[in-house]
């Protein structure tokens, strides 16, 4: 049920897009923990309303969460069903997972390279020299398209991540040896058709967990718990990564393909649940003004060493866990 396009609200009401669709970049730096008001804002954030792709209003999270799976069990599972019987009925190609928005591949390949790259340098400096084998797990990887043009690249082995099996199929085709070959030391190794909400990889294996445009499809609940038990994936000084659609306050919610689009807080807010740290962030740039915005996310399970300077901003910027 990995949601590769909704990047897009164009069916939506005037108030429903003013809300939702307009650009919301971050300007101020990421605060530390011990700040008073950034821990009531992130918490605020959860008891923001929010609206869903009819325009109806929502006072909260909990509330718009209560309606959507309630503690029924088989809610739950029927909000699942839904959002992968959605994707199962899109074609497997570039143009489809994005929402017959294909020309956005160029400028979101672009955007996660030069954020993987900072990344690569500053935590993986051995890997420039191939004394570290580069090790990646693609959620919600699709038909692989990230997988394919960037992943791979960097990375001695890929694993791919996705529940619906067209997609994965074709994933497994695009990158197979006779038809994707960066070199011999770079391959796609393990194809999972697994609901990102059960599966748990194996432990250590991992240098960095990409999360692209799949996560919406989660609950709150299944979003920390997911991240728990993927902890146990990364190597020593391993990342996260999250690249996701940003509401512009409040939520989202898609009620056709069963997703929800979040603000940045309330993103802040779930982090802090799952213990996770920001290392950095970074705002994608050059897509279409009727999309929503995009961010990228590094987050550490441990509080990171290196303090970054934004550009606009001489001050010091030590991550810490969100709060």
Not at 184 to 212: M, S
Not at 240 to 267: C, H, M, P, Q, W
Not at 285 to 291: D, W
């Given at each position: 049920m990995q949601h590769h396009s909704i990047l897009c609200s164009q069916l939506l009401s005037k108030d429903f897009i003013f809300a939702a669709v307009r650009r919301c970049f971050a300007k101020e730096p990421f605060k530390a923990p011990n700040s008073r008001r950034n821990r009531t804002e992130t918490r605020v954030s959860m008891e923001k309303g929010g609206l869903d792709s009819a325009g109806r209003e929502f006072k909260n999270a909990e509330e718009m969460w209560r309606e959507q799976v309630g503690d029924d069990h088989s809610k739950k599972t029927e909000w699942y069903r839904q959002g992968v019987g959605y994707w199962e009925g899109v074609e497997a190609s570039t143009n489809g997972v994005l929402g017959g928005y294909a020309q956005v591949n160029e400028p979101d390949i672009m955007g996660s390279e030069a954020f993987l790259k900072q990344l690569l340098s500053e935590r993986f400096p051995d890997s420039a020299n191939g004394q570290r084998h580069l090790v990646v797990l693609d959620c919600g990887s699709g038909i692989g398209r990230v997988s394919k043009n960037l992943l791979i690249r960097y990375f001695n082995e890929?694993?791919?991540?996705?529940?619906?099996?067209?997609?994965?199929?074709?994933?497994?085709?695009?990158?197979?040896?006779?038809?994707?070959?960066?070199?011999?030391?770079?391959?796609?190794?393990?194809?999972?058709?697994?609901?990102?909400?059960?599966?748990?990889?194996?432990?250590?294996?991992?240098?960095?967990?990409?999360?692209?445009?799949?996560?919406?499809?989660?609950?709150?609940?299944?979003?920390?718990?997911?991240?728990?038990?993927?902890?146990?994936?990364?190597?020593?000084?391993?990342?996260?990564?999250?690249?996701?659609?940003?509401?512009?306050?409040?939520?989202?919610?898609?009620?056709?393909?069963?997703?929800?689009?979040?603000?940045?807080?309330?993103?802040?807010?779930?982090?802090?649940?799952?213990?996770?740290?920001?290392?950095?962030?970074?705002?994608?740039?050059?897509?279409?003004?009727?999309?929503?915005?995009?961010?990228?996310?590094?987050l550490t399970t441990e509080l990171p060493k290196k303090v970054h300077r934004t550009r606009s901003k001489v001050q010091a910027n030590r991550p810490g866990v969100i709060k």
């Open positions: 890929v694993d791919l991540l996705e529940p619906v099996s067209h997609f994965l199929e074709t994933a497994r085709e695009s990158l197979a040896p006779e038809n994707h070959m960066v070199s011999e030391t770079h391959k796609a190794t393990n194809f999972f058709c697994v609901p990102l909400q059960e599966f748990t990889p194996e432990a250590g294996r991992y240098d960095i967990i990409w999360v692209q445009w799949c996560i919406g499809h989660l609950t709150d609940e299944d979003f920390v718990s997911f991240f728990k038990r993927a902890k146990v994936g990364l190597k020593p000084g391993g990342l996260f990564v999250l690249k996701e659609n940003i509401a512009r306050s409040g939520f989202v919610l898609d009620t056709e393909d069963r997703s929800v689009t979040r603000s940045d807080l309330y993103f802040k807010e779930l982090f802090r649940q799952c213990g996770l740290h920001l290392y950095i962030s970074k705002d994608q740039k050059g897509l279409p003004e009727e999309l929503f915005a995009v961010k990228m996310y590094a």
